[in-house]
């Protein structure tokens, strides 16, 4: 079963662009790449969705490169209510049905 | 509804006891997941239900957890004769379609559950 791979945390301040970075190796041809954010207590948030080069929208951007075995999220000007767990999401079982969380990376962001 | 309803939002029950924890999905979508989070830790896999298709349950950590979704729409997770390590916060999670064409996935709020 394929697995995504992220940094466990990540500090940064307010106003700086931030870059989270997650490998996913055995993506298959038609699996697409999702980032979620989690707020403690809260479920997770879709964020942004991508098949392949840069996708951008409200909120980030996601740049996928052309071998699609990684993939960056990125925040731009982020503030303190960034703070939180970002999971990046890629991977499903041989059925297409099971979505497999990494740990996700804890985002720091500091004054 | 305008977003994935659970309930209850907490509860806390006595070791030996058996839970029953509802999902309400976003209305027209087919596929429904239940995943649990352990305090810090990431999320696990359950269930996972599509249509009229036969469940998915490869993620079921024991026999005394079991799930059913009556009608294509509202789930309930059933925990029978709670452990201790059974304490985590349950997310229920709908989509349009199946995860893996790339249909949005959206989460509940969880159901926190504490095992005393």
């Known amino acids: 079963l394929a697995k995504t791979t992220q940094p466990i945390s990540m500090d940064s301040y307010e106003g700086q662009e931030v870059n989270i970075t997650c490998s996913h190796n055995?993506?298959?041809?038609?699996?697409?790449i999702t980032w979620y954010q989690q707020f403690p207590s809260q479920g997770p948030r879709f964020i942004i969705q991508?098949?392949?080069t840069k996708v951008t929208n409200e909120v980030a951007s996601l740049f996928i490169p052309a071998d699609r075995k990684s993939s960056t999220l990125s925040l731009p000007r982020v503030s303190l209510s960034d703070t939180a767990v970002y999971y990046c999401?890629?991977?499903?079982?041989?059925?297409?049905?099971?979505?497999?969380f990494g740990g996700g990376t804890r985002l720091m962001v500091k004054p | 509804g305008a977003g994935v309803s659970q309930s209850p939002s907490n509860k806390v029950t006595e070791k030996g006891k058996d839970v029953e924890l509802r999902c309400d999905p976003i209305s027209g979508h087919t596929a429904l997941y239940w995943y649990r989070q352990s305090l810090g830790q990431g999320l696990e896999f359950l269930i996972y239900?599509?249509?009229?298709?036969?469940?998915?349950k490869s993620g079921l950590p024991s026999d005394r957890f079991s799930a059913e979704r009556t009608g294509g729409s509202v789930s309930t997770l059933t925990i029978q004769r709670t452990q201790q390590e059974d304490s985590a916060v349950y997310l229920c999670?709908?989509?349009?379609?199946?995860?893996?064409?790339?249909?949005?996935?959206?989460f509940g709020e969880g159901s926190w559950l504490t095992v005393v």
């Open positions: 991508g098949y392949k």
């Open positions: 239900f599509q249509g009229n298709s036969a469940p998915d």
């Open positions: 055995n993506i298959a041809t038609n699996d697409y």
């Open positions: 999401l890629a991977t499903y079982n041989n059925a297409g049905n099971m979505l497999t």
């Open positions: 999670a709908s989509s349009r379609g199946g995860g893996r064409s790339g249909n949005t996935i959206y």
